[in-house]
T-cell receptor, first 109, second 113 residues
Framework: QKEVEQNSGPLSVPEGAIASLNCTYS??????FFWYRQYSGKSPELIMF????GDKEDGRFTAQLNKASQYVSLLIRDSQPSDSATYLC?????????FGKGTRLHILP | DTEVTQTPKHLVMGMTNKKSLKCEQH?????MYWYKQKAKKPPELMFV???????INESVPSRFSPECPNSSLLNLHLHALQPEDSALYLC????????????FGPGTRLLVL
């Protein structure tokens, strides 16, 4: 059974600080990794994807991938109250994407 | 344009009703997906259409029947649903079945009475 694990949270972070979200996956053959943001009652919105080991930065967001450790993370710098949402880690294997259960992030004003 | 549209936004139906959910994309994507999402849970894959053919059915009960009339449209026909089928139904599309980026529609919130 291929699994994607995330801490459900809530993760509370002061406004302006760095929020760090973590995800581990079981399928060593996984090829692509995604972070989606989902506000309550809304659909998931893709915010980052990463394929290669290392860091990938886009604005305030940085995705980090370590395939040897089967670990992917998302850093959000200068956290804003609008970043409060559930963050879904998704991992692509051979034929489909598997979602983690999501981490609820709460940015404290 | 990265928009996937879904109609209706909300749907209430009885267990004996027949209804359909619709999804449309005009990005030229050749793979389309139906997901079901319950509250505080991740999306669960139901069906994948690849080049208008059903390629994955995640053992979904037959009371859910997908249809792909053309490369831009995806329907989900509902019949004899149960209250536990109440959920947010999400449509997504990607460039191709191995496409890395799936774009989600806004979803249809379904309530079965």
């Amino acid at each position: 059974q291929k699994e994607v694990e995330q801490n459900s949270g809530p993760l509370s972070v002061p406004e302006g600080a760095i929020a760090s979200l973590n995800c581990t996956y079981s399928d060593r053959g996984s090829q692509s990794f995604f972070w989606y943001r989902q506000y309550s009652g809304k659909s998931p919105e893709l915010i980052m994807f990463i394929y290669s080991n290392g860091d990938k930065e886009d604005g305030r967001f940085t995705a980090q991938l370590n395939k040897a450790s089967q670990y992917v993370s998302l850093l959000i710098r200068d956290s804003q109250p609008s970043d409060s949402a559930t963050y879904l880690c998704a991992v692509r294997g051979d034929d489909k994407i598997i979602f983690g259960k999501g981490t609820r992030l709460h940015i404290l004003p | 344009d990265t928009e996937v549209t879904q109609t209706p936004k909300h749907l209430v139906m009885g267990m004996t009703n027949k209804k359909s959910l619709k999804c449309e994309q005009h990005m030229g994507h050749r793979a389309m997906y139906w997901y079901k999402q319950k509250a505080k849970k991740p999306p669960e894959l139901m069906f994948v259409y690849s080049y208008e053919k059903l390629s994955i059915n995640e053992s979904v009960p037959s009371r859910f029947s997908p249809e792909c009339p053309n490369s831009s449209l995806l329907n989900l026909h509902l019949h004899a649903l149960q209250p536990e089928d109440s959920a947010l139904y999400l449509c997504a599309s990607s460039q191709d079945p191995l496409g890395e980026t799936q774009y989600f529609g806004p979803g249809t919130r379904l309530l079965v009475l």
